[in-house]
């Protein structure tokens, strides 16, 4: 009797996940990770999901339009015979034509879904990201997952940030959001800087050749495997930053400090490193390099009216706002910043033998 009755529940439940159409059977739903987010030329949301393989089905890439987010979705429920989960939503990319006219009503959108963690990896792409995925899911059926792995190994070298983050930052009077800047080129997805965000807007970016001296003051600590200074004809390895960023009251600027390790792994100039003259001479000329470089960067930010480095921060103590409300946004395009680099060389690399 009992196996009887184990055997009847057994089938009023099979029978139930047949007809209730929100059922999370394997077979009946499609989780995906990776969704790309596009403003089309009629001004049209276009939505690109990857669809996972089930059972003898291969990966697929589908597009919906539609004028808002919710309704994309609903075109690609109705459009495909599983039902999408975004529970394991990871990276969402956002096309740079959404970005630069806003993106925070999509990002609202996704936030109200509870299923969709506030860790996702948020970036903006410029060029065909939907016929590279096409492309690649052909040629490399894991490639959203090749994609996910590739932001979490490299985080800490090249500009990384999710939505919880962003959404901090947006809302913060000291400080503007800034996301991961990828390029479709020669059918490959590359990094090419950090775009930067006034608001929800992107507004420009740094580029991929200045990108290394932004992330030395973006971040607390860094690491870079290598620094090239064409300038001094060096390159520099195993780099590891240090960063602080304090307001001087007195003077009323910013001071940018950055701790720098590392060795030198080529060097083709015409110094003898060997000579302690020399070094010397080479030392002082590459810190007065970095720090000219990263204060170009700095003042790239101010001209753009932005701080992704939320140096704003700094001018606020346990007793006193110096900059309250939106004052900080108005003083920070003007105010006077200093940058310091200390540069600590474990090694010289090959000196270089007299004539």
Known sequence: MRALAALATALILAGCAWIDPATNVVEEI???ILMYLHLNEDSELESTIVVPAVKNEQK???????KTLKETRQKLNFGYSREFKSGQ???L?????????????????????????????????RGDFTGLLRKQIQEQKNYDR???????????????????????????PYADPRLPLFEVRDGQLVYSGTALFLDDRMVGAIPGEADAFFQMIDNGKGYFPNITSPE????????????????????????????????????????????????????????????????EVVRSLQELSVDPL?????????FRERFPGGEWRKRWPELTVTVRVDLGLSNLGMSKPEE
Do not use: W
């Open 30 to 32: 499609s989780p995906t």
């Open 60 to 66: 697929q890439v589908l597009t919906a339009r539609g």
């Open 89 to 91: 939503l990871r990276m």
């Open 93 to 125: 990319f956002l096309s740079e034509e959404l970005a630069r006219k806003g993106i925070i009503r999509c990002l609202n959108t996704l936030l109200l879904d509870q299923e969709i963690s506030d860790r996702m990896y948020l970036a903006v792409v």
């Open 146 to 172: 090749i994609l996910y792995k590739r932001f979490r190994h490299y985080k800490h070298q090249v500009t990384s940030q999710n939505l919880h983050f962003f959404l901090r930052e947006y809302y913060s």
């Open 232 to 295: 001094h004809d060096v390159v520099l390895g195993k780099v590891t930053t240090a960063r602080k960023i304090k307001y001087d009251a007195k003077n009323e600027r910013i001071v940018i400090t950055v701790h720098l390790e590392g060795q030198v792994d080529e060097y083709t100039g015409d110094l003898n490193l060997g000579d302690p003259q020399e070094a010397e001479r080479f030392m002082r000329g590459l810190k007065e390099d970095l720090e000219a470089r990263i204060l």
């Open 310 to 318: 939320r140096a704003g921060l700094s001018t606020v103590t346990l």
